[in-house]
């Protein structure tokens, strides 16, 4: 029998006890705390130094790749602007004080906006490497190549709206219970709360691993056999662009992975509850920590460095 009340911990944001002590060890507890704040400030230092080199750097700005990394990178800044400034208010407060439409965009943003557009700017950012070396030129700095990550930034987010605003609103309710916010929203049906999880990361996940294997498969042959020097361009292993995407399959899968158990399987004791509370919030920090770590390996990138290099000696 589907258990609403422990679903509404998964689909739902921070709004009861029940869900800060599953998702931040506790209320009475103050080392999550701590931790959130400095997960804060890296992410916000990590992401406004990569949007700032990208938007500053004339090389930079007419780059395919870098212009549709800038849009991972609003996306997981959004993280720490938006996401966990509001959650270290619930844990001082231990109450939520803002409307309820704060309280839905936070929940998209953390469960199914963020992460899917970020993982469907990879995706672009495979595609287009893909491209680059089966059309033998760079990441061209003509005007339609500038033009065109910015038109597909903006439709990976367009996407991801209207595919999973609609999902979250069918796949649940508001609670009404005197016990916590009244809007916060439990999950309606399995079948509902199963399409929102996969919606939210899934598909996009499936685009990245194929993408990835088509990388390579076009890498390595092309640069053993059509001696790609001969174009004036040493293309080399895209060890930043596979890092990040190593990081992000990494750290979002087991959060969408037990969601998506836990809605199928709902822990039927308190015993039990207690021991999925610990491995979600383990979860739920590996996500959060995955917004500085991949703009950590975008930093990483030669052409990044080098922007850097002359942003500070000139």
Same mark, same amino acid.
């Given at each position: 029998?589907?258990?609403?009340?422990?679903?509404?911990?998964?689909?739902?944001?921070?709004a009861g006890p029940q869900y800060q002590q599953m998702l931040l060890g506790g209320t009475e507890k103050y080392?999550?705390?701590?931790?959130?704040?400095?997960?804060?400030?890296?992410?916000?230092?990590?992401?406004?130094?990569?949007?700032?080199?990208?938007?500053?750097?004339?090389?930079?700005?007419?780059?395919?790749?870098?212009?549709?990394?800038?849009?991972?990178?609003?996306?997981?800044?959004?993280?720490?602007?938006?996401?966990?400034?509001?959650?270290?208010?619930?844990?001082?407060?231990?109450?939520?004080?803002?409307?309820?439409?704060?309280?839905?965009?936070?929940?998209?943003?953390?469960? *199914?906006?963020? @992460?899917?557009?970020? &993982?469907?700017?990879?995706?672009? !950012?495979?595609?287009? $490497?893909? #491209?680059?070396?089966?059309?033998?030129?760079?990441?061209?700095?003509?005007?339609?190549?500038?033009?065109?990550?910015?038109?597909?930034?903006?439709?990976?987010w367009l996407l991801s709206i209207i595919t999973l605003v609609p999902l979250y609103f069918g796949a649940t309710?508001?609670?009404?219970?005197?016990?916590?916010?009244?809007?916060?929203?439990?999950?309606?049906?399995?079948?509902?709360?199963?399409?929102?999880?996969?919606? *939210?990361?899934? @598909?996009?996940?499936? &685009?990245?691993?194929?993408?990835? !294997?088509?990388?390579? $498969?076009? #890498?390595?042959?092309?640069?053993?056999?059509?001696?790609?020097?001969?174009?004036?361009?040493?293309?080399?292993?895209?060890?930043?662009?596979?890092?990040?995407?190593?990081?992000?399959?990494?750290?979002?899968?087991?959060?969408?992975?037990?969601?998506?158990?836990?809605?199928?399987?709902?822990?039927?004791?308190?015993?039990?509850?207690?021991?999925?509370?610990?491995?979600?919030?383990?979860?739920?920090?590996?996500?959060?920590?995955?917004?500085?770590?991949?703009p950590v390996c975008w930093l990483c990138c030669r052409e990044v460095r080098r922007a850097l290099k002359c942003?500070?000696?000139?």
């Open positions: 029998m589907l258990s609403r009340d422990h679903l509404a911990m998964f689909v739902s944001y921070p080392g999550g705390q701590g931790l959130l704040m400095l997960f804060t400030i890296l992410i916000i230092v990590f992401n406004v130094l990569l949007i700032l080199l990208i938007t500053i750097s004339p090389v930079l700005r007419q780059s395919t790749k870098h212009l549709l990394i800038l849009n991972v990178a609003v996306g997981d800044l959004l993280m720490g602007l938006l996401v966990c400034p509001l959650l270290l208010d619930v844990t001082f407060r231990h109450d939520w004080i803002f409307s309820c439409h704060t309280f839905n965009t936070l929940t998209l943003f953390r469960t *199914s906006l963020v @992460p899917s557009v970020t &993982c469907l700017g990879l995706f672009l !950012i495979n595609v287009f $490497y893909i #491209h680059r070396i089966t059309s033998h030129h760079l990441y061209a700095p003509n005007k339609a190549e500038v033009i065109m990550p910015m038109v597909l930034g903006f439709v990976i309710f508001p609670r009404n219970s005197s016990s916590v916010l009244t809007c916060t929203r439990v999950v309606s049906d399995e079948t509902s709360a199963h399409l929102y999880v996969i919606f *939210s990361y899934f @598909p996009q996940l499936l &685009c990245i691993l194929a993408s990835t !294997i088509m990388m390579v $498969y076009v #890498h390595l042959p092309g640069y053993l056999s059509r001696n790609l020097l001969f174009y004036g361009e040493h293309i080399q292993v895209p060890l930043d662009a596979i890092s990040a995407i190593f990081i992000t399959i990494a750290l979002y899968t087991p959060y969408f992975v037990l969601e998506f158990a836990t809605i199928s399987y709902p822990c039927p004791t308190h015993q039990k509850c207690v021991q999925l509370h610990m491995v979600s919030q383990l979860t739920m920090w590996l996500v959060l920590a995955k917004s500085f770590l991949v942003l500070c000696c000139g």
